[in-house]
């Protein structure tokens, strides 16, 4: 059934209020479909359709709503209901949704909430903000490797329902060591009183509590994982990071990179849920440094008034020159900040970089100056040293360009920013002040002014 034809069904249950035929409906569905058609729905009908849905549906419905609905849902219930509602959710989502609420609002749903809840939930709220720590789940299955497969079967049975995957379990030495890890099916295929420590893979893949989430995401997408678990600095097993939170993440950071890219600040919000206001801010900064950046440009022009007087023919291609360089710059600044980001360019790189851009940057100089030359002297008919003038300019402003497209983001990887920082406006604005300089020098070397 499409999604159009859900919401219309929904709402008609809701007008005709047959609420037992709303809550059989919606527990056909996917708790992530569930969510969207919600969404679709006014405020009062969206709180209505919750309250309707039984409790452990509603506890998986809650974590694919959006924060401003969960914030609705959690003031309309009492304490006792919200509470609930975090005792049902997996420890990452409930850590989630409470770094969102207000300090005060979070103090009352942990009261209310089980002494389990809240010991997990605080432990996940004590790591810093983008870490491996904050992401991860503790509802993980763990293994002691003295184990019988017969009796860690036994225990996955006991503790699987309230484990976010049962598929790879982590065997634990007595200090609580990650020493191994063994996958389900493996202990399906064994015999029974195989010992745990002897079919355990012990060449095991973590991640510390402390790494960024986006290095931890670069983890799964080297070693092909959905799982992986994380531990603290003496080795010990905190928690794990399933697949489901990384496509999150990497959704989040390249949201945020194309947004650097384009000179906006990031905003965790949709664009639709962002106000004028909100968006506003986001943007006027960097507008603002870019405006004032660009006045260099103008004070360039103005410097050689007195030679653009002489060839006024010259200021119809500055332009041209500008957006070309800028053009080139973009490109390979882009190139470069993708390979960073992907991990596959480190600073040892770099002189690798700059000849290949050289070699990159000297093709395409030399096929836009050619191809220039001939519109100037056939169409435009300028005159063989203004043809010269603009070519060598052009050809030496993609080159320019290029160079500092690729080795400014590995700077400012180097200095600790974020290489999408230096991404085509910031580069565009440096480029178009190298162009102008190199081409009102080519125009007094040549022309003579």
Request: glycine letters at 4%.
């Amino acid at each position: 059934m499409e999604e159009r034809m859900e919401r219309e069904e929904l709402a008609g249950l809701l007008a005709e209020k047959k609420y037992a035929d709303i809550r059989q409906t919606l527990t056909d569905f996917n708790e992530a479909d569930i969510a969207a058609v919600m969404e679709e729905l006014e405020s009062e009908d969206m709180l209505c359709v919750y309250r309707i849905l039984p409790k452990d549906l509603a506890a998986d419905v809650f974590s694919y709503l959006e924060v401003e609905n969960q914030q609705a849902i959690i003031s309309s219930l009492s304490e006792k209901e919200a509470a609930s509602i975090i005792d049902n959710l997996w420890a990452d989502d409930a850590a989630d949704f409470l770094e969102e609420m207000p300090a005060n609002v979070v103090e009352k749903l942990l009261a209310a909430a089980s002494p389990d809840t809240r010991q997990t939930v605080n432990q996940l709220l004590r790591y810093p903000e983008d870490s491996a720590g904050s992401i991860m789940t503790v509802e993980y299955v763990s293994l002691k490797e003295s184990l019988t497969v017969d009796e860690a079967i036994a225990r996955i049975r006991s503790v699987g329902l309230d484990s976010e995957t049962i598929n790879i379990c982590y065997v634990l030495d007595a200090q609580r060591r990650l020493v191994g890890t063994v996958a389900l099916r493996y202990l399906l295929l064994s015999q029974g009183d195989e010992i745990i420590g002897d079919i355990m893979n012990d060449n095991v893949i973590s991640i510390h509590t402390l790494m960024d989430q986006e290095q931890a995401a670069a983890q799964f997408k080297k070693y092909d994982f959905t799982a992986m678990p994380v531990v603290d600095n003496e080795n010990r097993l905190v928690g794990i990071i399933t697949v489901d939170d990384i496509v999150d993440i990497m959704e989040e950071e390249t949201t945020e990179d194309m947004e650097k890219m384009a000179a906006i600040l990031p905003s965790d919000k949709p664009y639709m849920k962002t106000t004028v206001a909100e968006t506003y801010r986001k943007r006027i900064p960097w507008l603002l440094l870019l405006m004032v950046s660009a006045a260099f440009t103008g004070a360039i022009i103005s410097s050689f008034e007195e030679a653009l007087s002489v060839y006024a023919v010259l200021t119809a291609f500055i332009p041209m020159l500008m957006d070309t360089g800028g053009n080139a710059g973009g490109q390979a600044s882009v190139t470069v900040i993708r390979g960073l980001s992907l991990g596959e360019i480190s600073y040892r790189d770099v002189p690798k970089i700059i000849w290949k851009e050289i070699r990159v940057a000297f093709l395409c100089g030399l096929t836009l100056a050619a191809a220039n030359f001939a519109k100037l002297m056939l169409f435009d008919r300028v005159g063989v040293y203004v043809s010269l003038t603009v070519c060598l300019t052009l050809a030496a402003s993609v080159l320019t360009a290029m160079l500092v497209g690729c080795l400014l983001p590995v700077g400012a990887k180097r200095l600790g920013f974020d290489p999408a920082v230096m991404a085509s406006p910031f580069i565009t604005t440096i480029v178009d002040a190298l162009s102008l300089i190199l081409y009102f020098r080519f125009a007094m070397l040549i022309l003579g002014i």
